[in-house]
């Protein structure tokens, strides 16, 4: 293993950053060559490259987004695009690469691993947290720790007027973020993709949270979760039913995103890019490196994206007995 490539790809997350100043400095470590892919798969395709040492690196570890810049590349997808982005890692002479990114991401390295033989390595990037084999993803923790600031502030607003929020958070597929931060902030109710809640529950909820006492509320919705509405006609028709409540709605978007990340993520950025390194150095390739119980652990590519986490059915318990 002479020269690793590294490229990040998909969703940007807070770590990226992190994970890659570790990637080139144990390359450096172990007398590596390392090669940044610009643009993700789009750089591959392009052969937008540049060689990165240790000092490339500098003032990075607290920055959110990637330096590498990420990006979805369509023609990647096609077995044309891949060809040309094989040809570029020939070119750079380039013996393995390490891909940072989600599911998408892992399915693109694994096409390269699986019709050219070529080693490839994922580490997680998705503040998401929706991949297999690892308790966090790299970014997560920053993004729950910006969701529950975000809606702290909210909350005063919410007791200052005797409102009734509801906050939209990130989870297209998963309720990962909601469910988390939801129990962070004491929110009223949780509502996310993986649990079918009655808009008639969530009124009940709310006029029996209303008899013992309480005059605001903050409701956290993880975007996948649509019975039939958006979170829009949900607080439409939530105040129509419960005349006595002012609702809002706020949707966080994309600062969620972003951000210098938490301490957790740096860490776990930096074990994972070290693994990362020293697989490929053993030629191992098809693997994610991820974590459990605080160790870095090993998950084949192909599980990490083919099975699916289950939510935590402890914590949506706990929110319950929280909301009496
Ligand atoms: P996030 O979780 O933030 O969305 P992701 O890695 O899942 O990250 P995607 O947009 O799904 O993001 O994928 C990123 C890129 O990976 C795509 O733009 C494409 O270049 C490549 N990719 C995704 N799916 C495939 C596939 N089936 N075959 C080849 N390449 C793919």
Not at 109 to 128: R, S, Y
């Amino acid at each position: 293993m002479k020269t690793i490539g590294v490229l990040t790809s998909g969703g940007d997350s807070p770590g990226m950053n992190t994970a890659l100043r570790s990637i080139v400095r144990t390359c450096a470590h172990y007398k590596i060559k390392c090669v940044g892919i610009v643009r993700g798969y789009s750089g591959l395709i392009e052969d937008n490259t540049k060689v990165l040492n240790t000092r490339s690196v500098r003032g990075i570890i607290n920055k959110g987004g990637t330096f590498l810049y990420s990006a979805r590349c369509d023609e990647f997808r096609q077995a044309s695009g891949r060809k040309k982005a094989y040809k570029t890692l020939r070119n750079n002479n380039i013996d393995g690469l390490i891909v940072i990114g989600g599911d998408g991401s892992f399915t693109g390295a694994l096409k390269l691993k699986d019709e050219f033989n070529f080693p490839v390595i994922g580490i997680p990037g998705t503040i998401d947290n929706d991949i297999f084999g690892t308790s966090h993803t790299l970014g997560y923790d920053t993004a729950l720790n910006t969701v529950m600031d975000a809606i702290d502030k909210i909350r005063d607003s919410a007791i200052s007027h005797d409102r009734l929020f509801f906050v939209e958070v990130m989870g297209k597929d998963a309720g990962y973020i909601a469910l988390r931060s939801g129990i962070a902030i004491g929110a009223q109710e949780i509502l996310i993709p993986e649990v079918n809640t009655k808009i008639n529950d969530l009124i009940d909820s709310l006029k029996n949270s209303k008899k013992s006492g309480k005059t605001s509320s903050i409701i956290v919705v993880a975007e996948g979760y649509k019975p039939g509405k958006n979170v829009y006609q949900i607080a439409d028709e939530i105040q129509e039913k419960l005349p006595n409540y002012q609702v809002r709605v706020s949707v966080l978007g994309h600062i969620q995103r972003g951000g210098r990340p938490s301490c957790f993520d740096r860490v776990l950025g930096t074990k994972m890019g070290v693994k990362a390194v020293e697989l490929l150095k053993n030629a191992k390739t098809g693997i994610m490196v991820g974590t459990q119980h605080g160790k870095i652990v090993t998950v084949p590519l192909k599980k990490a994206i083919s099975e699916k986490t289950k939510i935590d059915k402890d914590l949506l318990r706990i929110s319950k007995i929280m909301n009496t």
